[in-house]
């Protein structure tokens, strides 16, 4: 895994190889966590590695799965649902709304890359 600044410019982060299919990886970007999910259709989703609902990084720990033609993760601790696109949660078990941001990521000759984004709140 490697780390970098915030840049437009997408940092290697990982291969295709680094990732399972259906199984949640993180990491680091600059000092920022990121969550990234191989789908069994060859894509990849990057999100907030960080649960707004538990406040812990554990994302990418979570449950894969789908809601209609949304590919979502579960948090693995209080359950809610987020889709894996637009990291709107989808079930949010009763509490207010939340949301993962969402990386820019690309794969290209099977190297993940991933755009830099602003820390949250910035």
Same mark, same amino acid.
């Given at each position: 895994?490697?780390? /970098?600044?915030?840049?437009?410019? %997408?940092?290697? +982060? *990982?291969?295709?190889?680094?990732? $399972?299919? $259906? ?9 920022? #966590?990121?969550? !990234? =999910?191989? !789908? ?5 989703? /990057?999100?907030?590695? =960080? ?21 979502? +993760? ?5 359950? #809610? ?7 709107? *949660? ?5 509490? %207010? $709304?939340? /949301? !993962? ?9 099977? $190297?993940?890359?991933?755009? %830099? ?6």
């Amino acid at each position: 895994m490697t780390t /970098a600044t915030e840049t437009d410019i %997408p940092v290697r +982060v *990982c291969t295709l190889d680094d990732l $399972e299919i $259906e199984r949640g990886r993180a990491a680091l970007i600059g000092d920022q #966590q990121v969550a !990234l =999910f191989l !789908l069994g259709d060859g894509t990849v989703h /990057a999100v907030d590695n =960080f649960d707004p609902y538990s406040g812990a990084h554990v994302i990418s720990r979570g449950i894969v799965g789908s809601r209609g033609d949304a590919p979502t +993760v579960a948090s693995p601790l209080h359950k #809610q649902v987020f889709d894996l696109r637009t990291g709107v *949660c989808l079930e949010t078990q009763g509490k %207010p $709304e939340g /949301a !993962l941001r969402v990386w820019p990521v690309t794969v290209v000759d099977r $190297e993940v890359r991933v755009v %830099p984004l602003p820390r949250s709140g910035s």
